[in-house]
C-alpha cells in the first residue's frame, strides 16, 4: 500500500468516477465533467494555484484512467472525445504507465546541494573529499559546479554540519533499472525499453504524477456485450478488501463478472512443477535454481539480466495455470487478471489466454460505484480450493515455502529470498549468475520484485503487516499442498 | 466514566479508500487506553452516501464525532481530545 494518502485518493476517485459514467446514461458528457465535479466553482482550492489548474490536472489524470497516455494530450480533446475512443477501441496497448508531466514541476532536479548551513570552515573536508574537483570556495563557502559533479556524494558524508545534501527525485530514486529520468526541461518521462513495469515510481512520486494506464473501460465494455468475463484473482487479494474471499467472489459476480478463480490454484501447479525442476537441476548439479513467478523478475531477466536465464526455472507462472484452465472453462470468454501491480499487466499481455489486466485500485473502483458492500454478502465457495502453501505465494517467502513443502525430501532445499529488487539486489543477482553460485549454499533463490512480495504492489490497499495476517488467516484453514513424485 | 466508542467503517467505500490500515486500532487503543475506549468495526456506517461521498472517506466515529480522511493519528487526536489528555 502506498504511503502517499491523497494522492492515491484522488487516482481513486477518479477511478471510482469513470465507471459511474460509464454506468450512467452519457458516458461522454459524464466523463467530460469529471474535473468539473471534483473541482466545482467556488470551492477552496486544495493543491495548486487555482481551480483551473487543479481541473487540468484532474483531466490529465482522467486520460490515464480511460486509458491513455498523458503524455501525447495537446489539451485541445475534450474528456468527452477520449471516452468515445476509448469505447470505440479495440486494442490495448504494452506500454502500462503514463507521467503526468504538469506534476513533475514542483520537484527539483537530482543534484548535490550545499545549503545555508556551510560554515566555510577551515579544514574544507568536502573540497578535499571531491576526487572530481567539483567544489570549490566562493565568498567563504562551498560551491558545486554540477558540470563536474558526478554525484558520488564523498562531499555529503565528509561535511561535518551535514551542510551537504542530495536533492532527490524520487521517481528516479525509486527505479531499480534507470528507465526513469527527469530529462533536460524538468519533465519525468520512462524509457520503455528498460522499463520492468515494476510500478516503484508510482509507488514513490509524492505528487502521484506516475499513473497507471487503465484498462477499465474495454473491463466494463466487456461486461455489456454478450460474452462472458471471468476473473483470476491473485493470492495476494486475500486481505485487500473487508470480508472473506468467498464474499468476495460474491461481490465480483454481483459487479459483473461471470466467474470468479483463485490465481492460487495455477499456483499449486506452478510449485508442484518448480519442485520437479528443482530436483532435476540439482541432479544434473546445477548449484541453484531461482523462481519465475514474478512478473516483475521475468521483466528484468528479459531486459536486464539475461545471464542469469539458465537458472532461472521454466514453470510457468500462475497466473499462466489458471488462465489456461480459466479458458478451457469458458473458451469464449474474456479473461480479466486481477492484480496488485503494474508488472503483471505486461505479463497479461503477453499471454495470449489473459484479455484485461485490472489492479486492487479498479475493482475496489468498481465496488465502490456499484455499492456492493461486501461484508454483507453471502459467501460463493470456488470449485477448486487452492493449498495452504499456494493461498501464501503473495507474501515474501511464500514461494519458497510452497516448492520446499512439495518435495518429498525437504531437506534437499536451503532457500533465500531476494524480497525486493532494486540496485543493490540486481547486483547480488549478477553475481550469482555470474559464478553460478549463491551465498551460503542458498540452492532455491526466491525472487520478488516488491519488497514483502505481491502484497507489497503498487496497486495494494492494505498494510503489509494485516493483509499477511488475513492470508496466514485463510491459509491456516487450507490443506497442505500435495508432495510431487 | 462510560467508555468512548471507536466505531471504524468496514463499508467497502471506506475500506478502498484508506480506510484498510485503520484496522490497526484495533491493536493500539486496547494498548494505549486500556478499556477506557471501546474500539470495534462498523458495517457501512451511511457516511458515504450523505453529500460528501466518498471524497471524504474513510470514515470513523468517535461516540458522536465523525471523523472524516480518517487516519489512526487523527481518531488518537480526538480520543486524547475527549479524554482531556
Known amino acids: 500500500m502506498s504511503n502517499l494518502g491523497q494522492a492515491i485518493h484522488i487516482k481513486k476517485e ?8 460509464f454506468l450512467s446514461e452519457d458516458f461522454e458528457k459524464q466523463a467530460r465533467l469529471i474535473p468539473y465535479v471534483m473541482r466545482p466553482k467556488g470551492m477552496e482550492v486544495p493543491y495548486r494555484c487555482c481551480v483551473y489548474k487543479e481541473r487540468a ?10 486509458g491513455f497516455p498523458i503524455e501525447e494530450d495537446d489539451e485541445t480533446v475534450s474528456l468527452a472525445d477520449y471516452a468515445r475512443e476509448a469505447l470505440e477501441r479495440e ?3 504494452d506500454k502500462n504507465l503514463t507521467v503526468l508531466q504538469a506534476a513533475c514541476k514542483g520537484c527539483a532536479t537530482n543534484r548535490i546541494y550545499v545549503t545555508d548551513l556551510c560554515q566555510g570552515c577551515v579544514a574544507r573536508p568536502c573540497v578535499n573529499s571531491c576526487k572530481f574537483g567539483a567544489i570549490s570556495i566562493v565568498n567563504g563557502k562551498s560551491v558545486i559546479d554540477d558540470s563536474k559533479c558526478k554525484k558520488c556524494k564523498m562531499c555529503v558524508n565528509a561535511c561535518p554540519y551535514n551542510a551537504i545534501v542530495k536533492v532527490t527525485v524520487p521517481c528516479e530514486d ?25 510500478g516503484k515510481c508510482t509507488a514513490a512520486c509524492p505528487f502521484g504524477a506516475v499513473h497507471e494506464r487503465s484498462q477499465i473501460v474495454d473491463i466494463l465494455k466487456a461486461m455489456k456485450s454478450d460474452k462472458r468475463v471471468i476473473a483470476l484473482v491473485a493470492p495476494s487479494i486475500v486481505g485487500q478488501f473487508p470480508g472473506t474471499i468467498y464474499q468476495l467472489k460474491t461481490a465480483m459476480i454481483n459487479s459483473g463478472f461471470d466467474d470468479v478463480f483463485e490465481v492460487a490454484q495455477g499456483a499449486d501447479i506452478t510449485a508442484n512443477n518448480e519442485a520437479k525442476e528443482f530436483m532435476e537441476r540439482i541432479e544434473e ?13 521475468n521483466q528484468l531477466i528479459k531486459k536486464h539480466l539475461s545471464e542469469i536465464q539458465p537458472f532461472v526455472s521454466d514453470t510457468k507462472t500462475p497466473m499462466y495455470y489458471t488462465a489456461e484452465i480459466a479458458k478451457q472453462h469458458y473458451p469464449d470468454a474474456k479473461i480479466v487478471f486481477v492484480s496488485p501491480c503494474v508488472a503483471k499487466r505486461a505479463e497479461g499481455f503477453e499471454n495470449e489466454n489473459v484479455d484485461y489486466v485490472m489492479n486492487y485500485e479498479e475493482l475496489g473502483a468498481l465496488f465502490v460505484a456499484k455499492k456492493i458492500q461486501i461484508t454483507e454478502l453471502e459467501e460463493t465457495p470456488f470449485i477448486v480450493e487452492s493449498s495452504k502453501q499456494a493461498r ?8 519458497a515455502e510452497s516448492v520446499t513443502m512439495s518435495l518429498p525430501d525437504e531437506e534437499l532445499v536451503k532457500p533465500c529470498i531476494i524480497n525486493g529488487l532494486n540496485k543493490e539486489s540486481i547486483k547480488t543477482l549478477k553475481k550469482y549468475a555470474a559464478t553460478g553460485k549463491c551465498e551460503g549454499g542458498c540452492n532455491l533463490v526466491e525472487v520478488m520484485c516488491c519488497e514483502g512480495g505481491c502484497i507489497g504492489g503498487n496497486a495494494t490497499l492494505n498494510t503489509q503487516r494485516i493483509a499477511k495476517k488475513a492470508i496466514d488467516n485463510l491459509a491456516n484453514n487450507s490443506q497442505d499442498i500435495p508432495k510431487v513424485e | 466514566m462510560e467508555k468512548i466508542s471507536v466505531k471504524v467503517c468496514l463499508g467497502t467505500t471506506c475500506f478502498v479508500m484508506g480506510g484498510s490500515n485503520l484496522q490497526e486500532l484495533n491493536d493500539i487503543i486496547p494498548r494505549k487506553y486500556g478499556d477506557k475506549v471501546e474500539v470495534m468495526g462498523s458495517n457501512c456506517l451511511g457516511l458515504c452516501s450523505i453529500n460528501w461521498e466518498y471524497s471524504r472517506a474513510p470514515y470513523v466515529k468517535v461516540d458522536e464525532e465523525i471523523v472524516h480522511e480518517a487516519t489512526v ?13
Open chain 1, 14 to 21: 477518479i477511478l471510482i468516477r469513470i465507471i459511474k459514467a
Open chain 1, 57 to 66: 490536472i484532474i483531466k490529465d489524470r482522467t486520460i490515464a484512467g480511460l
Open chain 1, 91 to 93: 486494442e490495448i496497448s
Open chain 1, 174 to 198: 525509486s527505479c531499480p533499472v534507470g528507465a526513469i529520468k527527469k530529462d533536460e526541461t524538468g519533465f519525468a518521462s520512462i524509457d520503455y525499453e528498460k522499463c520492468i513495469n515494476c
Open chain 1, 285 to 297: 548439479g546445477q548449484d541453484f535454481m531461482t523462481t519465475s513467478c514474478c512478473a516483475g523478475y
Open chain 1, 392 to 399: 501464501i505465494f503473495g507474501y515474501s517467502g511464500g514461494v
Open chain 2, 73 to 85: 493519528e487523527k481518531v488518537l487526536a480526538v480520543i486524547d481530545k475527549k479524554l482531556g489528555n
